[in-house]
């Protein structure tokens, strides 16, 4: 069977490395980050060129199932996999990571509410963790910020009182307590990603009582199956393959 993983997260690196051995195993990157982490089997990156150009590359590669396990805010590419994977009758899962219970998180529904709710509870010293594409929203507010992203980000895409922090996860509790201790942080701002890589966060500043605004997921397409862990991913490929002998 040949397999495209729809890749981005560690879901999808150790689902093709368990694949990989028994499968012909294609791994597609969008190709934001610089030196990402290799995964086993095949790598291709860039972006398709939206569901007619997806459809066209399962088609040309004869991709028999597919495994959106893309980061669960990824929802342009969620989409176009949906549809051009019902379009085409290719065998398609969704792999998402359980999101992160949101406690007492403010929990807003986009990055413009949730920098509407930071100027409203007049928070002046923020940390800003949910991603450079998030950053537009903040950047006229007049607070401060610590700004955690993966990749750099230029100048004029950053709000005016600001400290820029690149680094990737995972993170401890002393890191993350000692981060927002150092930098007086008020509140935190992140996605719900889900996952232990990035989880820290959410401990220290229960920790230490800081207020969390929480962006929601993106909804997920309808009518896709769709599992939380690797384990389930790995059956699902391997019933197929079971059926199609
Ligand atoms: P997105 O908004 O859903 O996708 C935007 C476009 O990027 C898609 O239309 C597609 O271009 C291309 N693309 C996205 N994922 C791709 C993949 N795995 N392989 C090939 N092309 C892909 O995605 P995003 O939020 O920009 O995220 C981009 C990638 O970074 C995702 O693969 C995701 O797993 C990873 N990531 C995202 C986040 C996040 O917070 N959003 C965090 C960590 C990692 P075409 O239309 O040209 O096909």
């Known amino acids: 069977m040949k397999i495209l993983i729809l890749g981005g997260s560690a879901e999808a690196r150790e689902l093709a490395e368990r694949l ?34 997806l459809r066209k590359w399962l088609l040309d ?26 379009r085409l009758g290719i065998p398609h899962l969704i792999l998402r990571r359980p999101p992160w219970p949101a406690g007492d998180a403010t929990v807003v529904c986009s990055a413009a509410e949730a920098k509407d709710t930071v100027v409203a509870q007049g928070f002046s010293r ?13 950047l006229f507010s007049d607070a401060w910020f610590l700004i955690r992203v993966v990749e750099p980000v230029p100048a004029d895409e950053l709000p005016e009182r600001h400290h820029l922090l690149l680094s990737r996860g995972p993170y401890s509790l002393e890191e993350e307590t000692d981060l927002m201790r150092q930098y007086e942080i008020e509140v935190l701002v992140t996605k719900n990603s889900g996952g232990t890589m ?48």
Request: aromatic share 4%.
């Open 126 to 138: 923020v940390f800003l963790t949910s991603g450079r594409s998030s950053i537009g929203a903040f």
């Open 61 to 86: 590669n004869n991709i028999d199932a597919v495994v959106d396990a893309t980061h669960p805010f990824a929802a342009t590419i969620t989409e176009n996999a949906a549809a051009a994977c019902a």
């Open 20 to 53: 990989a051995p028994r499968f012909d195993v294609t791994t597609s990157l969008a190709g934001r980050v610089r030196n990402p982490a290799v995964p086993a089997g095949e790598l291709r990156i860039g972006g398709f060129g939206g569901e007619a150009g």
């Open 198 to 245: 990035t989880s820290a966060k959410l401990e220290a500043a229960a920790v230490l009582g800081i207020p969390v605004v929480m962006i929601d997921r993106p909804a997920l397409p309808e009518k896709v199956r769709t599992v939380s862990t690797v384990d389930e991913a790995q059956r699902w490929v391997t019933e197929r393959d079971t059926a199609e002998a």
